[in-house]
């Protein structure tokens, strides 16, 4: 079966490859409101190539007020098997100042085994996985498909969760794939099993009535931009480690990430030191970080030498698997109205927040893929963190909580610049990943048909 895939996802792969490329060349920039036309061509190119060979039910629907067109591809079931359901977006990022791209954003370019294009990782690449999947099991996989693919991921998935309320039985399944990730490294398959949440606020300081005289009052009155910066402080400690209380520190996965690593993806500076302490995996995915995002103060250019009556910042704490961001939020501006030095008055307004996320890694669903990745790479698959919240991820959990939700990657590694100039593909992954997820769909048909064997033994022996 696996030999047979395997000839099979070869055979497809240039096609599959020509079609990414024609999917590159559209610029579906869900930020930009003058590319709605492109998006829409964009959705319905993705609907004809999965008409093609890939799925036997095919539709755009676009009937959520203030949503982009959503496309649904299904294969439907096979009696006794379950439902895989397989996701990715068809909207990219800006592409910025073309003249910072060593070629065309739009014109796809291979070079060095990768290939070059706005969205040829995030996530076009997703889209052609899935096709490859399907059509390397001639449309018509062992298991029940349903392909969702959105046109607004890049702008936070706004209307998602209400696409998700009003099709929910349609698109009712027991497995989700989300390849929208990246792998943690060339070669080796990565599952993201954990996200952090995030809880924002705004906090003004006020110290006077009124901005006044630095020269006659400086010296005894307080101003509220030096009262802004001490409050601000208050957030670490000297090493680092975030000084808000009640928050969580979840478990971090047993997967290296050195720090000379991270500094250099992070573009540290030399001599700048790291903030808290332990493993990488443990401050950046499963402990708690507070960033102040923005500052309203005087500009530098034009001020006057004056005392700040008022000032205000936006502080953003990253929250832990396992935490609320509700509580973490409640927490956070605790800290900022306690901490306040000499007696300023602080007003803190609640922004935004997004709960963090940790997928239960157990159960045949992930037995199933953990087997079907490895035979793909030939090598194990690895989990990781997610520093940042990522939205549909959040929807989909809560509108399908007894479904196992997988987060993969569709051949994006560290190097492919997913949102930044140069975004990349490397090809080699990028194949290991379509003969991945044709290996899954066959893995969990026989998972399921083990499981009713199983079952059906019982039933007979009437245990
Ligand atoms: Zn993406």
């Not at 079966?1 to 990414?20: E, F, H, I, T």
């Not at 929208?180 to 003004?204: H, K, Q, W, Y």
């Not at 992070?266 to 443990?282: C, H, T, Y």
């Not at 509108?399 to 975004?423: C, F, K, M, N, Q």
Request: proline residues 7%.
């Amino acid at each position: 079966m696996s030999d047979d895939l395997r000839r099979a996802v070869q055979k497809v792969l240039p096609g599959v490859r020509a079609d990414l490329e024609a999917l590159i060349r559209i610029p579906s920039v869900s930020a930009d409101p003058a590319a709605a036309e492109d998006l829409r061509r964009c959705a319905e190119l993705t609907a004809q190539l999965f008409r093609a060979g890939a799925a036997q039910e095919v539709e755009i629907l676009d009937d959520v007020p203030g949503g982009r067109p959503v496309v649904l591809a299904r294969c439907p079931a096979p009696p006794g098997r379950p439902t895989v359901l397989l996701y990715a977006h068809y909207d990219v990022q800006p592409a910025g100042d073309p003249a910072l791209w060593s070629s065309r954003p739009f014109e796809p370019r291979e070079s060095g085994g990768r290939l070059y294009g706005r969205g040829s990782a995030d996530d076009k690449a997703g889209i052609a996985t899935h096709l490859a999947a399907l059509r390397a099991h001639d449309g018509r996989p062992p298991v029940g498909v349903v392909v969702i693919v959105e046109g607004e991921e890049e702008i936070g998935s706004p209307t998602l969760g209400a696409f998700l309320d009003r099709h929910r039985d349609r698109l009712a399944a027991d497995v989700i794939v989300l390849a929208d990730s990246e792998n943690i490294d060339v070669g080796v398959p990565s599952f993201t099993t954990t996200l952090r949440g995030m809880a924002n606020c705004v906090v003004e300081v006020r110290t006077l009535a009124e901005s006044v005289h630095s020269g006659t009052y400086g010296g005894a009155a307080p101003d509220a931009l030096t009262t802004l910066c001490r409050l601000l402080a208050t957030l670490h400690d000297e090493d680092g480690h975030v000084m808000v209380d009640g928050l969580v520190t979840g478990r971090p996965p047993r997967t290296g990430y050195p720090a000379e690593r991270f500094r250099a993806e992070a573009g540290v500076l030399d001599g700048v030191r790291l903030l808290g302490s332990g493993g990488i995996p443990e401050r950046v995915w499963t402990g708690p970080a507070a960033t102040v995002l923005a500052i309203d103060a005087p500009a530098v250019s034009g001020a006057a030498n004056a005392l700040t009556a008022s000032a205000r910042a936006k502080v953003s704490l990253r929250i832990a698997p396992g935490d609320d961001a509700v509580r973490a939020r409640a927490a956070l501006a605790r800290h900022l109205s306690d901490h306040a030095p000499w007696g300023a008055q602080v007003e803190v307004t609640e922004a935004e927040i997004a709960q963090p996320y940790a997928v239960d890694t157990r159960g045949p669903a992930f037995d199933a893929a953990r087997r079907a990745y490895r035979r793909a790479f030939d090598a194990d698959v690895v989990d990781l963190g997610g520093g940042g919240a990522i939205p549909f991820v959040a929807e989909f959990a809560a509108a399908y909580p007894e479904a196992a939700v997988l987060i993969t990657s569709p051949g994006g590694d560290p190097a492919a610049r997913a949102h930044s100039t140069d975004e990349n593909l490397h090809l080699a992954d990028f194949e290991r990943a379509c003969l991945a997820e044709a290996l899954l769909l066959a893995e969990l048909a026989d998972w399921s048909s083990r499981a009713q064997e199983q079952l059906s033994r019982y039933a007979r022996s009437g245990t």
